[in-house]
């Protein structure tokens, strides 16, 4: 019996051990620590605490991550900007009773720093993904990681800030999609007199959600009681603390403040298999803070998005013309109470209030006790009062000094009323004192007789220009009468005078010659106003100037982007055909990134600045714009770069628009373009789409990155073109050999090479291997984390034939090559 007795004790004995050891799976204790390669998971193995490694990094860090998704997702990093360097690190609770991160030499590069910690306390990972330090015996809870966040918020955690203690839980974004140090976005709640929650930018606001008004933040439009699911903002004894409860346990998300700044509330789609964006902030140029200065409103539906308030003019007309707005606007004349240096009386030229309906409400708004009559009173007896306003839930919002970020909404937001003067009041409504009416009567009688003969005069010229305009479509082509390109109405561009376009390029002097294209010359001018053109003049022995200056015309006259070259205007004076662009002062992308002195000039920042730039420009014109529009000779020579570097495409003379909405290809017997930015569908057969273009970005791309031209590889080199040496050294896994020398630095390897995998995936033989340009630009931004393997380029192993049937035939049966247009245009 004895040996039996012995072997029951040692099962009992077992099983005893095998049950703690299985009830402490998602705890750490004093005894039981983390070495690299173990994990624990939370109670019902939703979360996972363990070691990684971010993607492209061999680094080691201390994280939790969701166990239900296949999608691997860190939610929390413990020694975020303090990694290990080898797997040889462990994760325990120290003898302090603190969490700690230690090294192979047993040195701490994180811990909990909790100063009432105590000894035996035990770590527990819970389905919430929070991590908590807890006392063993009374389990109060000494730290927890949901109060000590990386860059995402998870469901039952809270924002807080105490006013008065000064603890703040926000989320700070990773310095790259690759490296979880505290990048230079932070995001989290303002506790101002009326709350709300920022995203800061090295300690600046860079976005703002607008005040509390006790269900939702006013200055998030379409935001309703429902949004951020059950989002709620507490505030007791000067703390602020926001909370999103999920009452859908089966919904996964969560919010990422994303390294470029953005605040993403992304959900996981079950039918997918990954995460989706549901929401993101900012989203347009107005979003960002202050984009137009004090008193300006940023409308992101108009172009320039920027204006000054009614009563105000800008700061600096010369920088705002450019489209730098920061400088803001100021008055037109001073307000009524500051000429008299005190509180105006009720009644005679009080100053007044204009009023601005929809919009997101200023920063830094004050809070007065007041009914909204009491409102105004309490403002207009203020002369540093600038604006009010009142919102329901809130009540009454003054502002004093610049009134900064305000944003035009289609609906919601709130009507705000800004402080002008008298004189600015009675231009407004119309009405004006006894003696204003006769001395505005008196002027109106006296200017009656000029205003009509100006007018009359204005209204022939205009009825000459039409009449100039139509005989000159009329004379350019009868295919084009019935073209739906008509649509487009020709009489809303502006007709610039011969006489008035040859004083302002001093006569086309060759000391203003920018340029020469297949269209003609291009000539920098300066009208009388002092606005810098640039003049682009048919020549007379132009073979296809003049089809490509009706199209381009017709092309671009409706098209606003800030990536696009603007087209001010076109002559059309006897046998002279003239359009006039905004002028460029940095030249085309071709005259900088291929000219080893200029180049040093376009650091690595500064490229991906332009590819991303021509990026948008072509989803604008792809996607955005009212007409999808295929560019067709999309080069180099082609990508102008204005003050500040900031890339526009020009040259729409060979662009193509589609009209019907299905439309996804069209094909030519002309193929016109420049070699080596052509793709093989256009070039071999006559078919372009949006992929055709896309190829032609892809070419750039890596010409952009390397400082070299797709065609300027000759018998000395390993490859025949740039396609093909990059192809080479994809398969050498050498990628880095390709980047221009003069913007390599190691801490921005990572990012380039990821960019020179878009561009090869853009160029690559087949159109439907080839991305398009939304999701080339999700590939840049890191939003897809997993690009897939491209196959090879075209025209990268052999050279380039033409076709017959990309050409029109002649009679003897043979193709012309002169269908071909190799165009060289410097930048304006």
Not at 113 to 133: F, H, K, Q
Not at 791 to 812: A, D, L
């Amino acid at each position: 019996m004895k040996p039996i007795t012995n072997t029951i004790l040692s099962i009992l004995l077992l099983l005893c051990f095998l049950f703690e050891f299985s009830s402490s799976s998602d705890t750490i204790t004093s005894t039981r620590f983390l070495k690299d390669s173990e994990s624990i998971l939370s109670n019902r193995g939703f979360f996972e605490l363990g070691f990684f490694s971010p993607p492209n990094s061999t680094e080691r860090f201390v994280g939790i991550w969701d166990k239900r998704v296949p999608v691997p997702t860190v939610f929390w990093v413990a020694n975020r900007d303090k990694p290990l360097n080898n797997k040889s690190g462990v994760f325990a609770v120290s003898d302090d009773g603190n969490l700690v991160v230690l090294d192979e030499n047993y040195r701490i590069l994180w811990n909990s720093n909790v100063s009432n910690a105590v000894v035996n306390s035990t770590a527990r990972l819970l389905d919430s993904g929070n991590l908590v330090l807890q006392d063993s015996v009374s389990g109060t809870i000494i730290w927890e990681s949901f109060k000590d966040p990386s860059d995402k918020f998870l469901p039952m955690m809270k924002f807080i800030t105490n006013s008065i203690t000064n603890e703040k839980v926000q989320i700070v974004s990773w310095k790259t999609p690759s490296d979880p140090s505290s990048g230079n976005f932070s995001f989290g709640i303002d506790p101002l007199t009326i709350p709300e929650v920022i995203i800061w930018k090295n300690s600046r606001p860079y976005w703002r959600s607008g005040p509390w008004d006790g269900q939702v933040f006013i200055g998030i439009p379409d935001m309703n009681t429902d949004y951020l699911y059950g989002g709620n903002l507490v505030i007791e004894n000067k703390t602020y603390s926001l909370s999103i409860a999920n009452s859908n346990e089966a919904q996964l998300f969560f919010y990422y403040l994303n390294p470029n700044g953005i605040l993403v509330e992304n959900q996981w789609n079950i039918e997918d298999q990954k995460w989706v964006v549901a929401w993101s902030a900012p989203e347009t140029e107005c979003d960002v803070y202050g984009a137009c200065g004090a008193f300006g409103v940023c409308d992101s539906q108009r172009t320039p998005i920027c204006s000054c308030l009614r009563g105000f003019r800008p700061e600096n007309e010369e920088e705002w013309n450019r489209g730098n707005w920061r400088s803001g606007c100021v008055r037109n004349s001073r307000l009524e109470c500051e000429k008299k240096n005190i509180s105006v009386e009720m009644g005679k030229d009080q100053d007044g209030f204009l009023k601005l309906e929809m919009v997101k409400v200023p920063d830094s708004a004050g809070w007065i006790v007041a009914s909204e009559n009491d409102c105004r009173v309490q403002c207009l007896s203020n002369c540093s009062c600038s604006a009010y306003a009142y919102k329901t839930g809130i009540g009454c919002m003054i502002w004093r000094g610049d009134l900064i970020d305000i944003q035009q909404f289609k609906n919601g937001g709130a009507d705000i009323y800004v402080r002008v003067p008298y004189s600015e009041i009675a231009y407004e409504s119309g009405i004006s004192k006894d003696m204003k009416v006769v001395i505005i009567a008196s002027v109106v009688t006296g200017t009656f007789i000029l205003i009509c003969s100006i007018y009359c005069l204005w209204k022939r010229k205009r009825e000459r220009e039409r009449q100039t305009k139509t005989k000159f479509l009329m004379n350019n082509g009868d295919d084009m009468k019935h073209d739906k390109v008509n649509q487009v109405k020709l009489q809303e561009l502006p007709l610039f005078d011969f006489e008035k376009l040859a004083t302002a390029t001093n006569h086309f002097h060759f000391n203003n010659k920018l340029g020469q294209g297949g269209f003609g010359p291009v000539y920098k001018g300066k009208l009388v106003d002092g606005q810098e053109i640039a003049v682009k003049r048919l020549s007379k022995t132009s073979g296809q100037g003049l089809e490509e200056f009706t199209n381009e015309v017709m092309v671009i006259s409706k098209l606003q982007h800030r990536n696009l070259v603007q087209l001010f205007g076109c002559c059309v004076d006897g046998e002279e055909r003239m359009l006039v662009y905004e002028y460029m002062p940095n030249g085309s992308l071709d005259s900088m990134v291929f000219d080893s002195t200029k180049a040093k000039v376009l650091d690595w920042q500064k490229r991906f600045n332009v590819i991303e730039g021509i990026a948008r420009g072509l989803l604008y014109l792809h996607r955005d714009s009212r007409l999808k529009i295929i560019h067709r000779d999309l080069k180099a020579s082609n990508i102008l770069l204005d003050r500040d570097l900031n890339p526009k495409i020009s040259d729409f003379g060979t662009a193509r628009i589609f009209y019907g909405g299905n439309e996804a290809q069209a094909r030519t017997t002309k193929v016109v373009g420049t070699y080596g930015y052509m793709s093989p569908e256009y070039v071999l057969n006559g078919q372009f789409s949006e992929k055709s273009d896309v190829f032609s970005f892809g070419v750039l791309l890596l010409e952009t990155i390397s400082g070299r031209k797709n065609t300027s590889f000759y018998e000395n080199e390993d490859a025949l073109s740039l396609l093909g040496f990059a192809w080479k050294l994809w398969r050498e896994n050498n990628l880095v050999a390709l980047i221009d020398q003069t913007i390599f630095e190691l801490h921005y390897e990572a990012e380039i090479v990821r960019c020179i995998h878009v561009g090869l995936l853009c160029v690559q033989e087949l159109a439907k291997d080839r991305p398009n340009i939304t999701t080339i630009l999700s590939m840049l931004h890191n939003e897809i984390t997993d690009l897939p393997m491209p196959k090879q380029p075209g025209f990268s192993s052999n050279q380039i034939e033409i076709h017959t049937e990309g050409c029109e035939q002649n009679h003897v049966g043979t193709c012309s090559t002169n269908m071909i247009t190799i165009t060289s245009f410097d930048g304006r």
